[in-house]
């Protein structure tokens, strides 16, 4: 929270004593600073007017504490706070700001960036606490990640700057870009639901090194490193590595680093972006026009209007059947290696000329035929015989939806949606095409359809998510295939492999020619090794010779690099041999049998999550202090428990406990760990504060005192574990 009361990244702590109050009774919350009196107002203004059902009343006492009272509207029973009220008190919007909810495929990438990766260890000897919740070396000390989006969780883009560089009329146009466009000032909540806050003003983010001091792959592991702080404006920043190397002379030109994270911006996206900085730099450093309109708030009114009723009936049809094979290697065993691999290779000129004729005789483009291509390469490793259903991501730009101006928007439009085609190695290779294309033509109709919603259209359960009350699981068969062992259960296709093809990239002629003018070349940026979050992603796009250059992004863990080599070296050698089938009766089977005598690649299977308990007690305390419970749950910012436990001076007993197990259980654990007598305290930093309130609000009162709730919004560890004091202190300290 910022203002002219609050400090810069400061966070609010609200403290709740649920109790059992009488129907129809207000609701007392307690804001704990730092909060002046007109900020506190602030807040309940905005509460009254986007909650209209509840009546809000606000006492201040004084700085740093104030009472909100929400009185809910009529009926028989307690009315728990909304998600979205709660999130409205712990993270109101800055000054000026917007806020807008994250849907669809957005939704996905960021509960991913906010899932714990694994375990470490807590800094005493009796506890273990998820990495998600814990200081790790690159973020909970400093507070650059400890709120989500740790390295794994970004992409980065790099290219040599020709010509004359005036750095501080790069910076200006960079920052003249970010004025322009909302989405380079946006940031992530996800206190109670996932939500983009859209900030009123945000800096650009630009560094500067000299070869001297930092080599080209520290420079790559280091920006990988330092991740993102998902919570605060500007999640692309940029690198500028100048001069020469010790040993090298002369000096190389200079290389520009741009990194990003993908669940604000995809790639059509940052490119967008790099041809209006391109305009910024070619006129001065200042880009001529006023902020972008249509933008993620026009896009994500559009996307409310929508109706669902056509994307339904196709998911209910689409979806995936059990038993659809969708790894692209046989089960194999660890492959010792780690961290995401790169692969690139290319089809000459010629070649893909011949590929995009045979395709476009048989009324298809080439897109349909590296998707048969890799339809055929699942088939294989899924070693069975006669037909098969597979299935893969195929990604969609999402900008040639029926909104004006959609296609120059910025920002997480394109996504993957499952294609799913039988293969039977009898039938002709022009039946395979056409149904990859026409599979194709329906997912384009809908490409703001996201996992969640094609998982409630198709009658499936949701996947796990931030929510506590959400448990689920999925198994992968030792063949391949993708089987159900609970008939309630559905793993997402997308997950093992995605396949992308791209357009052209280019900027426009004339601004190519304007920055020529001044003796700059423009290039092509290429891509670093990411990861993407799955054992493979295949992206196909023309280069400027004509060629179709392909790159495959593979996860070393589950895909060795000589696995991922072959299968990369297969799907190249299918696609060349492809229009050589000239026959109509020309079947799959035979253009399987190019391969006959080449390896299928292996595939390890994804390592289980290594088991924890329910109930982890992180300091004994005092045998009849009160009990302080930390709720763990995906998204809690990283180092903020740690430090709280650190800093704790009082006689009392914490435990943390996980939330993400059978219904029922955690409140079993925490009345054995209260015991007789004792009062429990629950509190939660973020997503955790909700899942301490829900706790609560299913507790059993007549055991004992009824349970005092401590929640925070989202900070940095430091602020964060600063707030959760403050509010701790609230409720065992009577105030003054």
Same mark, same amino acid.
């Given at each position: 929270?910022?203002?002219?009361?609050?400090?810069?990244?400061?966070?609010?702590?609200?403290?709740?004593?649920?109790?059992?109050?009488?129907?129809?009774?207000?609701?007392?919350?307690?804001?704990?600073?730092?909060?002046?009196?007109?900020?506190?107002?602030?807040?309940?203004?905005?509460?009254?007017?986007?909650?209209?059902a509840f009546d809000v009343a606000l006492d201040s006492h004084r700085p740093g504490r104030h009472t909100l009272r929400l009185t809910p509207p009529a009926a028989p029973g307690p009315v728990p706070l909304p998600a979205e009220l709660l999130a409205d008190v712990l993270a109101p919007p800055p000054p000026g700001g917007e806020v807008l909810p994250v849907t669809?495929?957005?939704?996905?990438?960021?509960?991913?960036?906010?899932?714990?990766?694994?375990?470490?260890?807590?800094?005493?000897?009796?506890?273990?606490?998820?990495?998600?919740?814990?200081?790790?070396?690159?973020?909970?000390?400093?507070?650059?990640?400890?709120?989500?989006?740790?390295?794994?969780?970004?992409?980065?883009?790099?290219?040599?700057?020709?010509?004359?560089?005036?750095?501080?009329?790069?910076?200006?146009?960079?920052?003249?870009?970010? /004025?322009r466009e909302s989405v380079l000032r946006a940031c992530f909540d996800w206190v109670a639901s996932p939500r983009l806050v859209l900030h009123a003003r945000a800096d650009a983010d630009i560094a500067v090194h000299s070869r001297t001091a930092?080599?080209?792959?520290?420079?790559?592991?280091? /920006?990988?490193?330092?991740?993102?702080?998902?919570?605060?404006?500007?999640?692309?920043?940029?690198?500028?590595?100048?001069?020469?190397?010790?040993?090298?002379?002369?000096?190389?030109?200079?290389?520009?680093?741009?990194?990003?994270?993908?669940?604000?911006?995809?790639?059509?996206?940052?490119?967008?972006?790099?041809?209006?900085?391109y305009r910024a730099y070619a006129a001065g450093g200042v880009l001529p026009g006023g902020e972008r309109r249509p933008d993620l708030r026009d896009h994500a009114r559009w996307l409310a209007g929508q109706n669902t009723d056509a994307a339904r009936q196709l998911w209910a049809r689409a979806v995936p059947p059990r038993h659809t094979a969708t790894r692209p290697g046989r089960p194999g065993g660890r492959t010792g290696q780690h961290g995401p691999g790169l692969l690139h290779?290319?089809?000459?000129?010629?070649?893909?000329?011949?590929?995009?004729?045979?395709?476009?005789?048989?009324?298809?483009?080439?897109?349909?035929?590296?998707?048969?291509?890799?339809?055929?390469?699942?088939?294989?490793?899924?070693?069975?015989?006669?037909?098969?259903?597979v299935s893969f991501g195929v990604q969609l730009s999402g900008r040639d939806i029926a909104l004006p101006g959609?296609?120059?928007?910025?920002?997480?439009?394109?996504?993957?949606?499952?294609?799913?085609?039988?293969?039977?190695?009898?039938?002709?290779?022009?039946?395979?095409?056409?149904?990859?294309?026409?599979?194709l033509l329906d997912l384009a109709a809908y490409p703001w359809a996201g996992a969640e919603s094609i998982r409630a259209w198709s009658g499936r359960p949701p996947f796990p998510s931030v929510s506590p009350s959400v448990s689920g699981s999925v198994s992968v068969s030792g063949s391949g295939l993708f089987t159900d062992t609970d008939p309630d259960t559905f793993a997402d296709p997308c997950a093992d492999t995605l396949v992308r093809f791209e357009g052209p990239l280019l900027l426009p002629q004339a601004?190519?020619?304007?920055?020529?003018?001044?003796?700059?070349?423009?290039?092509?940026?290429?891509?670093?090794?990411?990861?993407?979050?799955?054992?493979?992603?295949?992206?196909?796009?023309?280069?400027?010779?004509?060629?179709?250059?392909?790159?495959?992004?593979?996860?070393?863990?589950?895909?060795?690099?000589?696995?991922?080599?072959?299968?990369?070296?297969?799907?190249?050698?299918?696609?060349?041999a492809l229009p050589g089938y000239r026959d109509a009766a020309a079947t799959?089977?035979?253009?399987?049998?190019?391969?006959?005598?080449?390896?299928?690649?292996?595939?390890?299977?994804?390592?289980?999550?290594?088991?924890?308990?329910?109930l982890s007690v992180l300091r004994p305390g005092h045998p009849h202090a009160d009990v302080i419970c930390l709720v763990v749950v995906p998204g809690v910012p990283r180092g903020s428990?740690?430090?709280?436990?650190?800093?704790?001076?009082?006689?009392?007993?914490?435990?943390?406990?996980?939330?993400?197990?059978?219904?029922?259980?955690?409140?079993?654990?925490?009345?054995?760990?209260?015991?007789?007598?004792?009062r429990l305290v629950l509190c939660g930093c973020g997503p955790g504060g909700r899942a301490a309130y829900e706790l609560a609000q299913h507790m059993p009162y007549a055991t004992g005192p009824a349970p005092a709730v401590v929640m925070t919004g989202i900070g940095d560890a430091a602020a964060s574990a600063a707030a959760l004091a403050r509010g701790v202190r609230s409720v065992l300290t009577p105030p003054p």
């Open positions: 929270m910022s203002s002219r009361y609050a400090p810069r990244g400061a966070v609010l702590a609200v403290v709740h004593e649920p109790g059992t109050p009488p129907a129809g009774g207000p609701l007392v919350l307690e804001l704990c600073g730092p909060l002046g009196p007109a900020d506190a107002e602030g807040v309940a203004a905005r509460l009254a007017q986007r909650h209209r669809g495929h957005q939704q996905t990438l960021l509960l991913a960036a906010l899932a714990p990766a694994g375990t470490t260890e807590h800094t005493s000897h009796t506890s273990r606490i998820d990495c998600a919740d814990c200081t790790d070396s690159t973020g909970g000390r400093d507070g650059r990640d400890s709120a989500g989006g740790g390295g794994g969780q970004l992409e980065q883009l790099y290219w040599d700057w020709s010509g004359p560089l005036d750095v501080a009329r790069f910076a200006a146009a960079w920052q003249s870009v970010v /004025d930092v080599t080209w792959a520290q420079l790559l592991r280091r /920006d990988r490193a330092r991740g993102f702080a998902l919570h605060r404006p500007g999640l692309l920043r940029l690198t500028l590595l100048r001069g020469a190397s010790a040993a090298a002379a002369p000096a190389p030109p200079p290389r520009v680093l741009l990194t990003y994270h993908p669940a604000l911006l995809d790639e059509r996206g940052v490119h967008l972006l790099l041809r209006e900085f290779t290319r089809l000459r000129a010629a070649q893909t000329f011949r590929l995009r004729s045979w395709a476009a005789l048989r009324g298809a483009a080439e897109s349909s035929a590296l998707h048969l291509v890799w339809a055929l390469l699942l088939y294989r490793a899924a070693d069975v015989h006669g037909p098969l259903p959609a296609a120059g928007i910025p920002g997480p439009l394109d996504g993957p949606l499952p294609m799913t085609v039988t293969v039977d190695p009898d039938e002709p290779l022009t039946g395979l095409l056409h149904q990859v294309r026409d599979t601004l190519r020619g304007e920055l020529a003018a001044q003796g700059i070349d423009v290039q092509s940026p290429r891509t670093a090794a990411g990861a993407t979050g799955r054992p493979l992603t295949l992206t196909a796009r023309h280069d400027t010779e004509g060629g179709l250059a392909l790159s495959a992004v593979h996860d070393r863990a589950r895909l060795a690099d000589e696995d991922a080599a072959a299968l990369h070296a297969q799907c190249v050698r299918l696609l060349g799959a089977g035979q253009l399987l049998d190019v391969l006959a005598r080449a390896a299928v690649p292996r595939m390890a299977r994804p390592a289980p999550p290594p088991p924890r308990p329910a428990y740690d430090l709280f436990v650190r800093g704790h001076r009082g006689p009392e007993k914490i435990v943390a406990v996980h939330v993400d197990g059978a219904p029922g259980a955690p409140q079993a654990v925490l009345h054995q760990a209260r015991g007789p007598g004792r």
